[in-house]
């Protein structure tokens, strides 16, 4: 089984903004495969499709990203998930600061780019080894912070730009899936 987890802050307050691009993305992937993501056991929506034969768990954390590793850890606990799996078979989707705005990139463990969902998730799994589709959202500008610009409404002109990276990062999801992360990461990462 693959588990998939679109980060993201819940509440409509933060629908739509640049933090929840992850679970934005997630919530396409479940409509591909016309599934509907619900309350789970583990502070998450979940659901779960079939991609190619291969079973898929989707989830999107109940928890503010910052405490996104509660809902991640129990949701590869309840699930058998074994750490050495995570570097093949857990796929975190998030928001980028690093990445041009509407940038889709794959990666393989490493840094969190300072990204809290991302340390939460460390702490919790004691490991950085899990797959990762990056989505790009741009720098914010020299006098806003990252949080501020992070939580912020996406602007006219920039969702469709959003919108269209987390439709390719569904496909770099399912593509994962399909293709591995060799072929995924030289489709996505040019």
Known sequence: MWIVVGLGNPGKKYERTRHN???DAVTEIARRHDATLK???DKSLVAEV?????KVLLAVPLTFMNE??????GIVKRHNMKPDQF???LVIV???????PGTVRVKEGGGLAGHNGLRSITSHLSTQDYLRVRIGVGKPPSAEMGADHVLRKVPPAERQLLDDAESRAADAVESLIV??????MNTFNQ
């Not at 079939?50 to 291969?54: F, G």
């Not at 998030?94 to 041009?100: F, S």
């Not at 293709?179 to 995924?184: I, L, P, Q």
């Open 179 to 184: 293709n591995g992360v060799a072929v995924t």
């Open 39 to 41: 309350e789970g056991r």
């Open 87 to 89: 570097g093949t078979r």
């Open 94 to 100: 998030h928001d980028e600061l690093d990445l041009p």
């Open 50 to 54: 079939t991609i190619r034969e291969e």
């Open 21 to 23: 691009v992850g679970q």
């Open 68 to 73: 996104s590793g509660q809902a991640v850890r």
